[in-house]
């Protein structure tokens, strides 16, 4: 328990502290790591365990990374994801495993595997700090995310490879080869056909925190399996991911696990600082110094030529670079398992997890440097930033029962994407038949609305049938989005009050358009002339919408509500009398 003190109060003082010099979070979470671990203060003795529970971050960003890239998506991205990836990985490596070789005499293996392990990024930094840019969502952003793909998918060949060179021979736990791809079938099997009826089940008769404990339980679940077939926990998260990325449960899911991802991530930048052996900076500062500083410059020139072949310009290729420059977190357990497999000393494996761990640290500086010193516009394509993208959403609806579908399907027909939101399992299933795209979550969480995508929204419809909590919703979007155009569906005449002073552009009361219509179909029956009839509904509409902006100031006061209701009728009265495009009967 005194550890876990430790570990917030060093968070919650580094953080804050480094957001305000501009420095961002992880550079703050690897200060705090330091000096609360064996380098400086020494509050925390055993770092390794630590980094070990804290890798549960990194699976769980896996996770929700998997979440948001659906199939068909990564499909699309193969190109990129094989030559970007390849590229950027094969020629890191290669340019470092020339160095090791021919300038310090390394032995060729040692010096593979070592070339390997600092060929890959950090995904945790990597995809934080292009989320903070706001680059994540553009293509920019995809071909970073490529990269960092192919590295994550490149890991379990990297181990592979450790096994392969070490001088320890295997011993009989190893599995046969059978077992692990069997086990990745067997995976996809249960995602794909057993997983959505077991959450609908669970999502009718268990709580919230069921909920997010089945969310926890799939990820963890999934790494663990992995694990024990000798396989990446982060491949089993991000293949979880993956498959459930068209589940109507997506971004209920997302929304339970974000908070235990951003915790964990906190404390898992934290164990990275405490690992990092200072003395061999105090000891070899040139060594360290180059091998860090020559790490970050070689990532960059790389992956700025990769993407400057792709026809991006210099500053947005620069600006990628810099955000991969760094060293990964799988770099740590690839030095691990070469250092116990007897083919690194330890002093080097411990040389090249510090150069990775200030790799890490310098990164979000140098991130820093490029937005001071380069004008920001420079680094981003207009086109790309004007032009929404394509393949997301443009309106999100909370709420898809009646009142809802009907916005529904117009858009769809109309060829606009749209993301939906309810919380009545059965109603999903059932409209999903009919080719809506619905996802389970409870709107009136704000963490699955924002999972949901409406930070990339437009427009957002606030269908749900709960009036309080539909103003609490217009009131939040309000404040945090005011790009955006909020609609909302009102129950009645106190509610449009309610949802207008809450932020809503537009408030629609569900039985007023049906009930104008009615009276409409009335005036013809009785012989007024279609012109006549839509206009008389046209003047009552305006001039109901007038009260409705009157009735606000005197709510809570039954006289003045019946005077100004009196008041009304007389003045609706006099406006049909005076209107003469109205007309009477024929």
């Not at 989320?131 to 994540?136: T, Y």
């Not at 059932?430 to 709107?443: E, I, M, P, R, T």
Request: net charge neutral; proline share 3%.
């Amino acid at each position: 328990m005194q550890s876990v003190v430790y570990f917030l109060l060093a968070a919650a003082l580094a953080v804050p502290l480094f957001k305000r010099l501009g420095l961002g979070a992880i550079l703050g979470y690897l200060v705090a790591g330091v000096v609360i671990g064996p380098q400086v203060l020494g509050l925390i003795v055993d770092p390794e365990k630590v980094l070990h529970l804290s890798e549960i971050g990194v699976i769980l960003l896996l996770f929700v990374i998997g979440l948001e890239l659906e199939p068909a998506k990564l499909w699309a991205m193969r190109s990129q994801v094989l030559l970007l990836g390849t590229g950027q990985l094969a020629a890191t490596a290669a340019v470092v495993y020339a160095v090791l070789v021919y300038l310090f005499e390394m032995k060729s293996h040692s010096a593979l595997v070592i070339a390997l392990a600092l060929g890959l990024s950090s995904t945790a930094f990597a995809v934080q700090l292009m989320a903070d840019k706001g680059i994540l969502g553009n293509e920019d952003g995809r071909r970073g995310f490529s990269i960092l793909l192919f590295q994550d998918l490149a890991v379990v060949p990297i181990l592979f490879v450790v096994q392969a060179v070490a001088p320890v021979e295997l011993n009989d736990k190893d599995l046969a080869w059978w077992i692990a791809p069997t086990t990745i079938l067997g995976l996809v099997v249960f995602a794909r056909f057993l997983i959505n009826p077991i959450l609908n089940v669970l999502s009718r008769y268990g709580g919230r925190e069921i909920m997010t404990v089945v969310a926890l339980l799939i990820v963890l679940g999934a790494a663990t399996i992995m694990e024990k077939v000798q396989l990446s926990m982060g491949l089993g998260a991000f293949m979880a991911g993956l498959m459930l990325a068209n589940s109507s449960f997506r971004h209920q899911l997302e929304a339970d696990v974000e908070p235990f991802k951003g915790l964990s991530l906190g404390l898992f930048f934290i164990s990275i600082g405490m690992t990092l052996d200072l003395k061999l900076l105090a000891h070899s500062p040139i060594t360290v110094a180059f091998g860090t500083l020559g790490l970050m410059a070689l990532k960059t020139t790389v992956i700025i030529g990769l993407v400057t072949l792709a026809r991006v310009p210099f500053p947005r290729a620069l600006m990628l670079g810099l955000m991969l420059c760094q060293g990964g977190e799988f770099g740590f357990v690839i030095m691990a398992q070469a250092s116990a497999q007897k083919l690194l000393p330890a002093s080097t494996a411990d040389m090249v997890n510090l150069m990775v761990g200030l790799s890490m640290a310098l990164t979000a500086p140098a991130v820093l440097w490029f937005d001071r010193f380069t004008d920001k516009q420079i680094a981003k394509d207009p086109q790309q930033q004007a032009k929404f993208d394509s393949q997301e959403s443009e309106v999100l609806i909370l709420g898809f029962g009646r009142f809802g579908q009907v916005t529904g399907r117009i858009l769809a027909a109309n060829q606009i994407r749209f993301t939906a939101l309810d919380k009545d399992a059965d109603h999903i299933e059932f409209v999903k038949k009919f080719g809506n795209l619905v996802y389970y979550g409870d709107a009136a969480r704000r963490e699955v609305v924002e999972a949901a995508g409406i930070s990339r929204v437009r427009v957002v419809v606030v269908a749900i049938d709960d009036p309080q909590t539909a103003k609490n919703l217009v009131a939040y979007i309000s404040a945090n989005y005011p790009k955006l155009t909020i609609i909302a569906r009102a129950h009645n005449r106190v509610d449009y009050v309610a949802l207008k002073k809450a932020g809503a552009h537009q408030v629609i009361r569900e039985l007023f358009g049906g009930a104008l219509e009615a009276a409409t179909n009335t005036l013809n029956a009785l012989g007024y002339s279609d012109g006549a009839a839509m206009r008389a509904a046209e003047v009552f509409r305006k001039h109901d919408e007038d009260m409705l902006n009157r009735l606000d100031k005197v709510q809570g006061d039954p006289d003045k509500l019946i005077e100004l209701g009196l008041k009304g009728r007389q003045e609706l009265e006099e406006i049909f009398r005076q209107d003469q495009t109205i007309g009477g009967r024929n």
